[in-house]
């Protein structure tokens, strides 16, 4: 009788504990806020907002209005940092999302679920290396872009530009997804300009390759995403995966990078896998990131 209690119990927690990942969090939309050191002394405050991962289904009404809400922060400049779809109907929810912020200065690249779909997958295949990558259909990310660059923002898919947001020049470097092979540095890399106010680095994946060759370069905050934050975390033990190279403990938010003087911050992103919807010690989130002096 005990044992049949205990199993009673087990089932019953796992039941809880599911329903609350499912049917909860992920849809306990967080705004994470860091101050990051990297401005020269005496500067003004520079305001980003980090958006990644919301794998849109067309009809997460909800998270379109929480993101679109966001434009009440004020950001000096816009990052988005991939996967922004999960549909092939998916672009018009991300643009319901986006739209306040369409307006202001902005940079993106794509990651692997802005070219091709989602496929159903054991979610403990995350847990194993040298995995293969299995695609889905087709996404319109050609659709995306068009929209996003049609805006004025810029594209940094394997491209480094320099802009102007809050009355400074940024220099930005970016590389389209790492996780799928898609990345080139070596046609963007070079020293940073002495002449920008800002280096900034924008990657979906954080892979070692790509961080150290940014920071190398002299770009002193990179932003990714692509992690999930671990999607599920242990409590006491944080996540459990990072779904690349990155140690799981910098699986989301803000890190100086080892044997550097640069940050790295990594969004816990704002989606699920489709076939995966749930998050459990670990919210879905936006971050807003207030650049000040060293």
Known sequence: MRTRSLVALTAGLGGATFAYASLVERNMFTLRRFDVPVLPPDAEPLRILHLSDLHMMPDQRRKQEWVAALGGTDPDLVVVTGDNMASPASVPGVLRAL?????????????????????????????????????????????????????????????????????????????????????????????????????????HTPASHVLDAMTSDGFGLVLAGHTHGGQVCVPGYGALTTNCDLPTRMAKGLHRLPGSDAWLHVSAGLGTHPTAPIRFGCRPEASILTLIPR
């Open 99 to 203: 739209d306040p912020f369409l307006d202001l200065p902005g940079a993106f690249v794509f990651g692997s679920n802005d070219y091709r779909g989602p496929v159903w997958k054991n979610p403990l295949r995350y847990l194993m290396p040298d995995r293969e990558y299995v695609q889905g259909t087709d996404l319109p990310y050609d659709d995306l872009r068009a929209a996003f660059t049609g805006s004025g923002w810029a594209d940094l898919n394997n491209a480094r530009t320099v802009l102007k947001a809050g009355g400074r020049t940024i220099e930005l470097v970016g590389v389209d997804d790492p996780h799928i092979e898609r990345d080139d540095y070596a046609s963007v890399a070079g020293p940073a300009s002495a002449l920008a106010d800002l280096h900034l680095g924008v990657t």
